[in-house]
């Protein structure tokens, strides 16, 4: 098994982006990509793994109530030179 590490951009314009990432992929970190000024997560995968799974991430702004059950924190980033500040949590499956 051969891992390697893909960038997905998440949409900041939107509280909800769905992803479809291999199955078993570890998200790594969330950060601002210094070239496009968009927020990105950074996920380490099986470069094999031809299964892929819808992932939910969304965006919540600082100062913003929001139900945090069923969620997994991943990190917090800044855009607009931190004009704005989002922190992503993953949406779980879990019951």
Same mark, same amino acid.
């Given at each position: 098994? =051969?891992?390697?590490? +893909?960038? $997905?951009?998440?949409?900041? +314009?939107? #509280?909800?982006?769905?992803?479809?990432?291999?199955?078993?992929?570890? %998200?790594?970190?969330? =950060?601002? *990509? !210094?070239?496009? *000024?968009?927020?990105?997560?950074? #996920?380490? %995968? *099986?470069? *094999?793994?031809? $299964?892929?799974?819808?992932? %939910?991430?969304?965006?919540?702004?600082?100062?913003?109530?929001?139900?945090?059950?069923?969620?997994? +924190?991943?990190?917090?980033? =800044?855009?607009?030179? !931190?004009?704005? %500040? !989002?922190?992503?949590?993953?949406?779980?499956?879990? $019951?």
């Amino acid at each position: 098994m =051969q891992k390697i590490i +893909y960038k $997905y951009e998440l949409n900041p +314009y939107h #509280a909800l982006t769905e992803l479809s990432i291999p199955i078993g992929a570890k %998200v790594l970190c969330v =950060q601002t *990509d !210094g070239k496009t *000024d968009c927020p990105c997560i950074w #996920a380490l %995968v *099986d470069k *094999d793994e031809e $299964y892929l799974e819808e992932r %939910v991430f969304g965006i919540i702004p600082t100062g913003v109530p929001f139900n945090e059950e069923r969620t997994e +924190y991943i990190g917090t980033f =800044q855009m607009g030179g !931190g004009h704005f %500040v !989002g922190h992503v949590f993953e949406k779980l499956n879990k $019951y």
